[in-house]
């Protein structure tokens, strides 16, 4: 792959804004950001949309021995929702005393980051809903699968999952869980995301809660006829 896919997360949401809103989604809309690359992505599509933007705060279980490898992930919701991972709980041979006690503790931390990013408020309802799930790209796919199958249980009318940037066969396994998955490159041999945009740093907290700022102020009042 010659150059780079997008300048930085900005530019690639609103080339992503401009194919969701071709679909004309039918209304109402949510967005659902993962943070934190996922936010200053879903901010342009919220925009595009005139849709109000919430995040989606996953936290990953991992197994005792490799904290790394999954067995099931906590979802932020009301309530919050624990997707288990069957095969790879087997394995690992952990019980459900042990998810549960590891999603107690990933649950205070998921209600710490809503505390710090949204001032506690609670997450948007999403059922009878278009739900959008925005990140700034995909590569295992892991932690939104987990996302995608707890939104599922809340009855969205209908789940779109949009991503700039993911290896082909992620989006395949994806298509599974979503309704549809919009992603605009999907590069192979895929190595990593960062490699697709020019500017890719880390989103600090301090840039999300700008986003978010910036979301929840009225749009500037039109300047009255002279």
């Known amino acids: 792959m010659k150059g780079r896919a997008f300048a930085d997360r900005t530019e690639a949401g609103r080339v992503l804004a401009r194919r969701l809103a071709e679909m ?25 949309l005139g849709a109000p933007l919430d995040l989606l705060l996953v936290r990953k279980i991992g197994a005792p021995w490799q904290r790394e490898l999954a067995v099931a992930a906590v979802v932020d919701g009301d309530p919050p929702d624990i997707v288990v991972d069957e095969l790879t709980s087997r394995l690992s041979g952990v019980d459900d005393a042990y998810i549960q006690r590891e999603a107690g503790r990933e649950m205070r931390e998921i209600e710490r980051r ?11 309802p999403v059922a009878g809903a278009t739900v959008v799930v925005v990140d700034d790209g995909i590569a295992t ?26 290896p082909a066969d992620t989006v395949a396994a994806l298509s599974q869980e979503a309704d549809e998955v919009v992603c605009l490159a999907q590069p192979e041999p895929f190595h990593a995301i960062g490699l697709h945009y020019a500017d890719f740093h ?25």
Do not use: I
Request: avoid cysteine; charge should be positive; proline fraction near 15%.
């Open 114 to 124: 809503r505390d710090v990013y949204l001032r506690g408020r609670a997450p948007l």
């Open 24 to 48: 004309h989604l039918p209304k109402p809309v949510v967005v659902l950001a993962l943070p934190r690359g996922g936010v200053p992505v879903a901010a342009e599509v919220a925009r595009a």
């Open 141 to 166: 796919g892991t932690t939104v699968r987990a996302a995608m199958k707890a939104l599922r249980r809340r009855q969205p009318a209908r789940l779109v999952l949009a991503v700039p940037v993911a």
């Open 202 to 226: 880390q989103v600090p907290d301090e840039e999300v809660l700008a986003v978010l700022d910036s979301l929840a102020r009225p749009p500037p009042a039109a300047a009255p006829p002279s």
